[in-house]
């Protein structure tokens, strides 16, 4: 990496409670890409860092937020540790630095609780980043924007994305000493954890669609959407029933008393065919349901392989509006939104069928 940001010069927005190791190692690494780093604080002085509770060392300030202004600097870096972000946006000098950079179109790098300070200076609305769980709700509510799962998430319309956000993949327990932060076999968190097609459906049809709950009866043709259920993100809430044609009539109930669509999820074979009394009922009641049904791995359709059943031809009649399979996980977003389009607009069922083998493969 060594020259590749030769000339950059970029500012690293911190104060007392930052967490060290979001601090010292990305630190590290723009300098040692050829840039040059200013530790921008509320005051002159030192700041005190942390190794989550423990007192962690002082660093020394080169600029104060009041001196320094966004048009000096190529890009942001915004650290976490819990009280960091907390103190920075009850600051109006530090809020509008950071607005600046965003006004300004320059690349921001958020690690951990950092979005706070981006939740404060309005600038999320329409994005989707990631942070540490706990953010997600004021990301959510009070920002308007999507919050991911992702260890990283990069958004914006500059080349190096504004803002790029990271969180760790686990709280780290480590209570190291002072000095251990700093030391060549301490590291950020650095893995980047693919989304999977279960995930993106999810927070497809939560963040976009508004969708607050999915009625279905777990299955091996939806092990990678059930088990996405279970992992951080905005997800709608998964009612288990009894049987699958409960789930049908209870997502077409969902949307007669919701003004929602309804939204239906049930395995492949028999499964997916138990279904059909209840989408019935919402296709001659005008209801606006879909209908997520697994079905056999794509290497196996053909074969009568585990009660395979050619689903888009059941299903040709009552969802006949919009019926298709996703057959590789590009097809996700398009093939959910076009769904709950038609769903909503023509106020009939529509039906997305997604193989087993793709529900666990990376979202692209």
Not at 206 to 228: F, H, K, L, Q, T
Request: glycine share 10%; hydrophobic share 40%; aromatic share 6%.
């Amino acid at each position: 990496m060594a020259e590749k940001l030769t000339g950059k010069r970029i500012a690293f927005l911190a104060t007392d409670g930052v967490e060290q190791v979001e601090l010292v190692k990305p630190l590290e690494a723009i300098r040692g890409a050829g840039a040059e780093a200013d530790l921008v604080s509320l005051d002159a002085g030192e700041i005190q860092g942390f190794n989550h509770l423990d007192k962690g060392d002082r660093f020394v300030v080169d600029r104060t937020v009041a001196d320094a202004r966004a048009d000096d600097y190529d890009g942001l870096v915004l650290p976490g540790g819990v009280a960091n972000p907390d103190f920075l946006r009850a600051d109006e000098r530090a809020v509008s630095f950071v607005r600046a950079f965003v006004e300004q179109d320059k690349p921001i790098a958020a690690i951990c609780h950092g979005p706070w300070t981006l939740v404060e200076a309005d600038v999320l609305k329409g994005r989707t980043i990631t942070s540490w769980p706990s953010l997600r709700t004021d990301i959510r509510n009070r920002a308007g924007a999507g919050w991911t799962s992702r260890c990283t998430s990069t958004t914006g319309s500059c080349p190096a994305a504004t803002p790029t956000t990271f969180r760790p993949s686990a709280p780290r327990r480590s209570r190291s000493s002072p000095r251990a932060a700093t030391s060549s076999t301490s590291r950020p968190e650095e893995r980047s954890m693919g989304q999977t097609v279960g995930d993106f459906l999810l927070e497809r049809l939560a963040a976009e669609w508004g969708v607050s709950r999915i009625y279905g009866y777990p299955g091996d043709g939806i092990n990678g959407i059930i088990g996405a259920f279970g992992r951080e993100g905005p997800r709608p809430e998964f009612v288990q029933v009894r049987h699958e044609e409960m789930a049908a009539f209870m997502a077409c109930a969902n949307a007669k008393f919701t003004g929602e669509a309804g939204v239906c999820l049930a395995t492949s074979g028999p499964g997916a065919i138990h279904l059909l009394n209840g989408l019935y009922d919402a296709k001659l009641d005008h209801q606006p349901v879909v209908a997520i049904v697994g079905q056999q791995a794509r290497s196996g359709l053909g074969g009568s392989y585990q009660q395979e059943v050619d689903l888009q031809t059941l299903f040709k009649d009552v969802a006949h509006e919009f019926v298709e399979m996703a057959t590789q996980p590009a097809q996700i977003r398009h093939l959910v939104d076009r769904a709950m389009r038609i769903a909503l607009s023509e106020r009939t069922v529509t039906c997305v069928i997604v193989p087993n083998d793709n529900g666990n493969r990376e979202a692209r």
